[in-house]
């Protein structure tokens, strides 16, 4: 892959597996030096921290165990990130979780923890990492949101709010940066193939009594046009356009990237 990324640094959150751990891995490729952010156990951190060091040259990569739900954490994350590699070109805001419930039952303490580490993570990150930017006069935020950002679906009240926020606040912060050299953008992916995500295709075959191709197409990506998984690298490839050269001229856009979901 072309070096587009060389001299630049970078900080994925929620990168130790699915979509950030892509994006991370595309943009060692492309010459950026990361730091990774993200639970899992250790085995696996210590992998993903060994596979994208790999393509840096180094040992390992630099991590951050910071709890997403706590700014003050996010916060000195993003210092974390400038100190270790003198300053921070690239922030990618895409950790996330989810809960799945009506909304008379959606646990008060879930719909806190998805609005924090989903949405309010994105806030501090960006407060914390902007100044250096506009001081740099270069930068760019790229906030991983959803299809679950422009369009809603029942029973991820907590997510869809999330997400419709990160499209929001993406766009507010584009608009105050718009005459710097700075920008801040979304993607909003659908249905995207990961261990998680393919994981609930065999409870859905056993629920609704057909194929696990059956149930992948009519029920996981019933709204999903393509009928196929988005692919990790897909995203990766969308994210490594937006941070690289020739992106410039795009700033407040929600770029879906979702099997044609939205054109429905």
């Known amino acids: 892959m072309e070096r587009i990324l060389a001299g630049q640094a970078a900080l994925v959150t ?10 991370a891995k595309i943009y060692a490729e492309a010459g ?29 990569a630099p991590y951050s165990a910071t709890d997403m739900s706590k700014p003050e954490e996010v916060r000195g994350m993003v210092a974390e990130a ?13 950790a996330g979780i ?16 998805i609005i924090a580490i989903n949405l309010s993570s ?24 959803s299809a679950h ?5 029942p029973y991820k009240t907590a997510y869809v709010a999330a997400k419709h926020g990160v499209v929001g606040l993406t766009k507010s912060v584009a608009l ?32 609704f009594g057909v194929s696990e191709e059956a149930a992948l197409k009519d029920h996981l990506l019933e709204k999903q046009p393509s009928k196929r998984w988005i692919e990790v690298e897909e995203v990766a490839r969308m994210a490594l356009y937006l ?20 054109a429905a």
């Not at 993200?38 to 060091?53: C, D, Y």
């Not at 400038?82 to 895409?94: H, Y």
């Open 14 to 23: 929620g990168s130790t597996s699915g979509i950030g751990l892509g994006i």
């Open 32 to 60: 950026a030096r990361v730091m990774l952010n993200g639970f899992g156990r250790p085995e696996e951190i210590a992998a993903a921290r060994a596979e994208i060091g790999a393509l840096m040259g180094m040992a390992e």
């Open 82 to 94: 400038e100190k270790a590699f003198g300053k921070l070109d690239i922030l990618v805001n895409n």
């Open 98 to 113: 989810q809960f799945v419930s009506p909304v008379q039952d959606f646990p008060a303490a879930k719909w806190d923890a």
């Open 122 to 145: 994105n806030f501090h990150a960006i407060a914390a990492a902007l100044p250096g930017m506009l001081e740099r006069k270069h930068g760019r935020i790229l906030n991983v949101a």
């Open 149 to 153: 950002g422009l369009v809603a679906s």
């Open 176 to 207: 105050e940066i718009a005459q710097s050299p700075v920008t801040c953008n979304a993607i909003c992916p659908g249905f995207v193939r990961t261990p998680l995500a393919e994981a609930q295709v065999k409870p859905l075959a056993e629920k």
């Open 243 to 262: 941070v690289g050269p020739g992106s410039g001229g795009v700033n407040g856009s929600a770029l879906s990237i979702d099997g044609g979901w939205l």
